[in-house]
């Protein structure tokens, strides 16, 4: 079963940084695409930042300049460096892997549990 596991999420005051992680486990051939969507209360989810296997990365305008995403394919991880975070940023931060599965090469978009990030002063 191919698990996603993020970690790094918390309080931080406004301007201030977080950086999370998401590490894939399980019985994958590859991993496709990788990133983050957030939800904050009472809105809709959206794409914070995406990135290729190849490291292209993609962000939403409000992360441009602030957030850098990135990831370690010998480790199956994707990274959100999140910097000058301001209040608005505050959601539910979810990763996702596109997977190829080893079992069958059936391709599946699989999402991690989420994390908290809250900024507030």
């Known amino acids: 079963q191919v698990q996603l596991v993020e970690s790094g ?3 931080v005051q406004p301007g201030g940084s977080l950086r999370l992680s998401c590490a894939v486990s399980g019985n994958i051939f590859s991993i496709n695409a990788m990133g983050w969507y957030r939800q904050a209360p009472g809105k809709e989810r959206e794409l914070v930042a995406g990135i290729s296997r190849g490291g292209t990365p993609n962000y939403v305008d409000s992360a441009k300049g602030r957030f850098t995403i990135s990831r370690d394919n ?4 994707v990274y ?6 301001k209040p608005e940023d505050t ?9 190829i599965q080893k079992l069958d090469y059936s391709s599946e978009r699989i999402w991690g549990q989420g994390t908290q990030v809250t900024v507030s002063s």
């Open 9 to 11: 999420g918390g309080l």
């Open 74 to 77: 010998a480790k199956n991880t």
């Open 80 to 85: 959100l460096q999140m910097n000058s975070l």
């Open 91 to 99: 959601a539910v931060y979810y990763c996702y892997a596109n997977v």
